[in-house]
């Protein structure tokens, strides 16, 4: 399970974790040359095909639809039984957990860690399959993610100079359930911070809590407005939804407190809102709330040579 690799924790995770799975989506590091199998193949069919492929599980597709998955415990079953003559349909496990193409993924790390599978089918918005994802796609997303800020950082070092941001002001529009654009903020922000060559870890800082918002109003809200102000001295984050509100803003900040919702819930989500890390990563952190919305301000303070 990808936990026992990259520990994702609330309120625990290092800055440079978190910075790695922000603003990316599942499109961009799943696997889209799957290797699916058709409803009426025999079991005997299916296990060759997964021992030449070296695999231990497959979808079951008909015209681009889900249907199932079929893994190496069904086959093993049907052979116990003699059914290996079975069509795949019989023994396949039904309405499998799946992901969306366009959702972070925080979320799909989210998913590895309720769940015992280790691979996940993907589907786009017309529901029709298009990817797997597996813990060693997100591993080897991070990693390359990794190289990439690593050369940055080397051409910034020979050729980088820092430039006074002097006052910016950003508005986000964010909309409920709207996984496509969850990150935006978060993305375009810290682009901003690293083109005037701030300090790694305030960069780090504002991206995690920017981020943090826009997931929050995107799954536990009725969605709202991200403002962010940025200074010489300081970064200044307003965010406000419109509702339904924090029944206990205490509990809420709690570390391992769920406001999760049932339709969250049926996605594999038993975290809460975020509102430990926000905190973490703040110099001042606030936050009032009632059932017309939430508004949360933070601020990030900027070091006077950054």
């Not at 790390?109 to 993907?122: A, T």
């Not at 591993?139 to 993610?145: C, D, E, G, L, T």
């Not at 964010?174 to 993305?187: C, H, P, Y």
């Amino acid at each position: 399970m990808i936990k026992k690799l990259i520990p994702v924790y609330e309120n625990q995770t290092p800055l440079v974790v978190l910075e790695l799975i922000q603003g990316h989506k599942i499109s961009e590091i799943m696997s889209r040359n799957v290797v699916s199998v058709k409803p009426d193949v025999t079991m005997r069919e299916v296990k060759l095909m997964m021992k030449d492929r070296g695999i231990s599980g497959m979808p079951v597709v008909r015209q681009k639809r889900l249907l199932g998955i079929i893994s190496v415990e069904d086959l093993l079953n049907a052979l116990e039984d003699g059914l290996m003559d079975d069509s795949v349909e019989k023994h396949m496990s039904r309405n499998p957990v799946i992901l969306e193409e366009q959702m972070p993924v925080s979320f799909a790390i989210d998913y590895f860690e309720n769940y015992s599978f280790n691979r996940f089918p993907v589907l786009n918005e017309s529901k029709e399959l298009v990817g797997m994802l597996t813990d060693r796609d997100i591993i080897m997303h991070m990693i390359k993610v990794m190289n990439g800020e690593i050369g940055r950082l080397e051409e910034l070092a020979k050729h980088g100079h820092h430039t006074e941001i002097g006052n910016v002001i950003r508005r986000y529009a964010v909309v409920q359930n709207d996984f496509k654009n969850a990150g935006k903020a978060s993305s375009e922000i810290k682009a901003l911070l690293q083109e005037h060559d701030v300090d790694r870890k305030i960069i780090r800082a504002a991206a995690t809590a920017i981020y943090e918002l826009e997931i929050n109003q995107v799954v536990h809200s009725l969605g709202g407005e991200i403002v962010c102000r940025i200074s010489d001295d300081h970064v200044e984050v307003l965010a406000r939804d419109r509702g339904p509100g924090i029944k206990n803003i205490d509990l809420a900040l709690s570390e391992g407190f769920s406001t999760a919702t049932d339709w969250i819930r049926s996605m594999g989500f038993g975290a809460g809102m975020g509102l430990p890390n926000i905190k973490r990563v703040s110099d001042d952190f606030r936050i009032k709330s009632s059932e017309s919305g939430t508004e949360i301000k933070v601020i990030i303070n900027l070091p006077e040579d950054s």
